[in-house]
């Protein structure tokens, strides 16, 4: 695990796909600076970083339904913009 982080670490700069992250606040399993210092790091010209006020680690299980529904709508909303759509019919409601 740490040879893989340490791997993730040195390499960084290389990742210029566009990327999502998505951070809980609360998250004590890993750190949301973390999220942050690979958003500033990576080359990609699109990149996007949410970090959800009280938020913990498995937003899309573990947390309150309303918080479920606001982190499914920004991913389908992320992907959908890319694709040419609006996403919105693919969202529950």
Same mark, same amino acid.
């Given at each position: 695990?740490?040879?893989?982080?340490?791997?993730?670490?040195?390499?960084?700069?290389?990742? =210029?796909?566009?990327?999502?992250? &998505?951070? %809980? *606040?609360?998250?004590?399993?890993?750190?949301?600076?973390?999220?942050? +210092?690979?958003?500033?790091?990576?080359?990609?010209?699109?990149k996007t970083i949410?970090?959800?006020? =009280?938020?913990?680690?498995?937003? &899309?299980? %573990? *947390?309150?339904?309303?918080?479920k529904k606001m982190?499914?709508?920004? +991913?389908?909303?992320?992907?959908?913009?890319?694709?040419?759509?609006?996403?919105?019919?693919?969202?529950?409601?």
């Open positions: 695990m740490l040879d893989a982080t340490d791997d993730i670490n040195a390499r960084m700069e290389e990742l =210029k796909v566009p990327i999502l992250l &998505l951070h %809980g *606040e609360d998250d004590i399993v890993t750190d949301p600076k973390l999220s942050q +210092i690979l958003h500033d790091r990576c080359s990609s010209a699109d949410t970090v959800y006020p =009280k938020a913990w680690h498995d937003m &899309l299980a %573990g *947390e309150p339904e309303y918080m982190v499914y709508a920004d +991913i389908v909303s992320w992907i959908s913009s890319r694709c040419g759509g609006e996403g919105d019919q693919l969202v529950a409601k």
